[in-house]
């Protein structure tokens, strides 16, 4: 599969280049076609390289059962009575020991999903196409039909939303509405459609003081917003679950900037130091920022903050760096363009290459253990093309077709 979603890569690539230099647009009509078609196949692939899934389900039946998934862990159930079919979900689940770690965004999309038809995962599936062609329906408004191929042929969305069904999705939907309420001056909806997109991962609250900085408006509809979704959960747990703060202990995956550090140190001090040069640096930034926004109250045009840097640098600085995070930085890269996010959005799913998928001349490998010269290519195509991007020619070819 990763082999064909590379081919399907390269091959959306070459006809990007080629539009680019016979300086073409391409058909509309052309685009959503295969679009659809992407999204069809994916529609009949059962969930593959991933079993998260298998968790939202669960969660959403826990909430109809018990009003709320959290605070319990899977393995609690073992041995009592069930379904069947909730009996192979459970069975199913991968670190059954940790409680949830999702947001209470993502519990109302699971909890919804148990609504319409009870362990299924044809009700996953139809919430995230209802995102991803809402985002599809945005975009044509917003961008060019080559940008738009770009998200809508990517192989990443394919795999990791329309196959593995993961809510991420939804957290860049309402990320959208939230740029274009900033860019109007709607601040109420932009504070609640960033609580929402909050509610999805808490990897929005990187971009939150950017855009709200002494907007009050925008502040309080995001609290009354994160109130709401989370009340009936109960707010300290649906916004600080029990299974994120064990997943954020001892857990490392795909990064590299860990796996240097800890030849020479720990996985602690490494993750002190990381996580402290994210904050002096997106604290420098958000300085500047501030007094670039302070200076420019009177300007009509609210500009976008350079939120693929933040959730790029917050994704290098973390411990576990799952290729569907990438999602993040889209909205972004849609309204600035940068030819390494999108290099990055193909790259990444390299990531899949682990102890658990190789084969045997692998065997030395944990399960979620990546060789080396996975680490070197994924990130090294990523810097190539970012350092690329700062090439004056370069630079301009690409933003001549954006």
């Not at 309080?220 to 989370?230: D, E, M, W």
């Not at 300085?287 to 609210?302: P, T, V």
Request: charged share 10%.
């Amino acid at each position: 599969m990763l082999t064909t979603s590379l081919v399907c890569a390269m091959a959306s690539a070459f006809l990007w280049c080629f539009c680019k230099r016979k300086q073409l647009t391409l058909n509309l009509p052309l685009v959503l076609a295969f679009a659809g078609l992407f999204r069809a196949i994916g529609w009949s692939t059962f969930p593959v390289l991933e079993d998260d899934f298998y968790r939202f389900l669960w969660d959403g039946y826990r909430t109809a059962e018990d009003g709320t998934p959290y605070g319990i862990p899977p393995s609690v159930y073992f041995g009592t009575e069930l379904s069947e079919r909730f009996e192979l979900i459970l069975d199913s689940i991968n670190y059954p020991d940790v409680a949830t770690i999702y947001g209470p965004t993502a519990q109302w999309l699971f909890y919804f999903s148990y609504l319409m038809d009870p362990g299924e995962i044809w009700p996953l599936r139809l919430l995230i196409l209802i995102a991803d062609i809402t985002i599809i329906l945005l975009l044509i408004r917003k961008t060019s039909t080559l940008v738009l191929m770009l998200y809508a042929w990517n192989p990443l969305i394919i795999k990791e939303f329309a196959i593995s069904l993961h809510p991420d999705i939804w957290g860049v939907f309402f990320m959208l509405l939230a740029l274009n309420a900033y860019q109007n001056r709607k601040d109420y909806t932009l504070g609640s459609m960033l609580a929402l997109a909050t509610g999805i991962k808490l990897f929005a609250l990187v971009i939150l003081p950017f855009l709200i900085l002494w907007r009050w408006k925008a502040w309080a509809s995001f609290l009354i917003t994160a109130v709401l979704i989370a009340l009936p959960f109960g707010a300290t747990n649906a916004w600080l679950p029990d299974g994120l703060s064990a997943m954020s202990h001892g857990w490392l995956f795909n990064a590299p900037l860990y796996e240097l550090l800890i030849r020479a140190t720990t996985l602690d001090i490494a993750k002190t130091v990381l996580m402290g040069a994210f904050i002096l640096i997106g604290g420098a930034y958000g300085l500047y920022w501030a007094f670039q926004q302070w200076s420019s109250l009177e300007q009509k045009s609210r500009p976008i903050p350079r939120g693929d840097l933040l959730f790029a640098l917050l994704f290098l600085c973390i411990p576990a760096f799952n290729p569907w995070y990438a999602i993040w930085l889209i909205p972004f890269a849609l309204y600035r363009p940068s030819l390494w996010v999108w290099v990055g959005s193909v790259t990444l799913l390299l990531s899949y290459t682990t102890g658990i998928n190789l084969g045997a001349e692998y065997a030395y490998l944990e399960d979620y253990q990546h060789p080396t010269w996975i680490l070197v290519t994924q990130f090294g195509l990523i810097l190539a093309a970012f350092l690329m991007s700062r090439s004056p020619l370069l630079s301009r070819l690409w933003r001549a077709g954006t």
